[in-house]
């Protein structure tokens, strides 16, 4: 199976900052990586597709970007309906798809 | 409106068996793949089990072959996870998804509200 590694695993923002997040695979998954939102006690919801595209209705301060084995997810400006887990999937091999571990994004 | 509904979660005995079912609304249920997907208390995603359109192409997790069966009723627009042999690891919230993909699994775009399963003697 493929490995996703996020990191990091936990980070801590403020209202109006820059944030990345970083999603690593064991093995080339060309463009096939999604992300997701998650907050607690509810469903994950779509963000990204593809790397890159941005799923209708998610605001255009989340973007992705990325191919082969290095992927991010960057929100240009944090708002506090942000604060949540973000996963990265891979969907390049039907044999398992993979999630990351995940990133919390915490309110410093 | 796309609506995802799951049931059938509760508290089974190790080694006891459950059937998950997923009710679909809001879109032409017969068009999409779909899968299920859980996640452990405390803990990441997991993907378990993914069936396409027509029940052509099935995948499973190797953490479930073997021991869960997923199957759809397109008449019905419902999923369903039949899950055997259940083991205290596969204590989870099982969430119903929508795949954009047509054969093989891809991303999903629409979630359920999932159900839990609690396995414990």
């Known amino acids: 199976d493929i490995q996703m590694t996020q990191s990091p695993s936990t980070l801590s923002a403020s209202v109006g900052d820059r944030v990345t997040i970083t999603c690593r695979a064991s093995q080339s998954i060309s463009s096939w990586l999604a992300w997701y939102q998650q907050k607690p006690g509810k469903a994950p919801k779509l963000l990204i597709y593809k790397a890159s595209s941005l799923e209708s209705g998610v605001p255009s301060r989340f973007s992705g970007s990325g191919s082969g084995t290095e992927f991010t997810l960057t929100i240009s400006s944090l708002q506090p309906d942000d604060f949540a887990t973000y996963y990265c999937?891979?969907?390049?091999?039907?044999?398992?798809?993979?999630f990351g571990g995940g990133t919390k994004v915490e309110i410093k | 409106e796309v609506q995802l509904v799951e049931s059938g979660g509760g508290l089974v005995k190790p080694g006891g068996s459950l059937r998950l079912s997923c009710a679909a609304s809001?879109?032409?249920?017969?068009?999409?793949?779909m899968n299920w997907v859980r996640q452990a208390p405390g803990k990441g995603l997991e993907w378990v089990s993914s069936i396409s359109s027509s029940s052509s192409y099935i995948y499973y997790a190797d953490s479930v072959k073997g021991r869960f069966t997923i199957s759809r009723d397109n008449a019905k627009n419902s999923l369903y996870l039949q899950m055997n042999s259940l083991r205290a690891e596969d204590t989870a919230v099982y969430y119903c998804?929508?795949?954009?993909?047509?054969?093989?699994?891809?991303?999903?775009?629409?979630w359920g509200q999932g159900t839990l399963v609690t396995v414990s003697s």
């Open positions: 999937q891979q969907y390049n091999s039907y044999s398992g798809l993979t």
């Open positions: 998804a929508r795949d954009w993909g047509v054969v093989v699994p891809s991303y999903f775009d629409y």
């Open positions: 809001g879109f032409t249920f017969s068009s999409y793949s």
